[in-house]
């Protein structure tokens, strides 16, 4: 929990309007990341960060975008929301892959309706 | 897609007794990683076991790897009911820089 938050913590949001959801943190991580969690399946990569304006996509890319215009926030945007984007959205930092582990935030709870 | 599968989905347990949970996975891997979610929670890194290690202890936790059968095991020992949460396991390859994740154990510990 320390050194990354998220916000908001909840939203609700109605189908075809964007959204963007913030990651901020304090431990001028490299490495930061986007997941989705849903009932039934292990956490889901969206999209990852390497470094200021550096983004890679993950498997459940489509619908999403994210920014990283400075070490500390890494902005998540849904373009146009849709009700399969209603989920718990996580936030990690630290590079993941290796031998290290990952820090996560506290999660947004996205309900679009 | 998905690479680590644990089993089992749910185990619910008295407390005091011992909790083991597995995790299999696919592909060739550099580490593999145990974590716990508290309900409404985010999720906090228990134990890291590297691919040339069999075993690893932290407090109440032992973590097995048995890369030729590619699974891993986390025993809790003696539980306790903080030990309520959700487990999952991810596992690391050399060829980039995440994590894949399984779809995660609920454990509940009965007092």
């Known amino acids: 929990d320390a050194g990354i938050t998220q916000s908001p913590r909840h939203k609700v949001t109605e189908t075809g309007t964007p959204v963007t959801l913030r990651c901020h943190q304090t431990e001028n991580h490299r490495y930061m990341y986007w997941y989705r969690q849903d009932p039934g399946h292990g956490l889901r990569l969206i999209h990852y960060s390497y470094g200021v304006k550096d983004t890679d996509k993950g498997e459940v890319s489509d619908g999403y975008s994210v920014s990283r215009s400075k070490t500390e926030d890494f902005l998540l945007t849904l373009e146009s929301a849709t009700s399969s984007q209603t989920s718990v959205y996580f936030c990690?930092?630290?590079?993941?892959?290796?031998?290290?582990?990952?820090?996560f935030g506290q999660g947004t709870r996205l309900t679009v309706v | 897609s998905q690479q680590g599968e644990e089993d089992p989905q749910a185990l619910s347990i008295q407390e005091g007794e011992n909790a083991t949970m597995n995790c299999s996975y696919k592909t060739s891997i550099n580490n593999l990683q145990w974590y716990r979610q508290n309900s409404g929670r985010g999720l906090v890194h228990l134990i890291l076991?590297?691919?040339n290690e069999r075993e690893k202890h932290s407090g109440r936790l032992r973590v097995t790897l048995d890369t030729s059968k590619k699974s891993s095991s986390l025993l809790i020992t003696a539980s306790r009911a903080a030990d309520t949460a959700s487990y999952f396991c991810a596992t690391g390859q050399d060829s980039n820089y995440q994590l894949i994740w399984g779809a995660g154990t609920k454990l509940i510990i009965k007092p």
């Open positions: 076991i590297r691919s």
């Open positions: 990690a930092m630290g590079q993941q892959g290796r031998d290290t582990e990952a820090f």
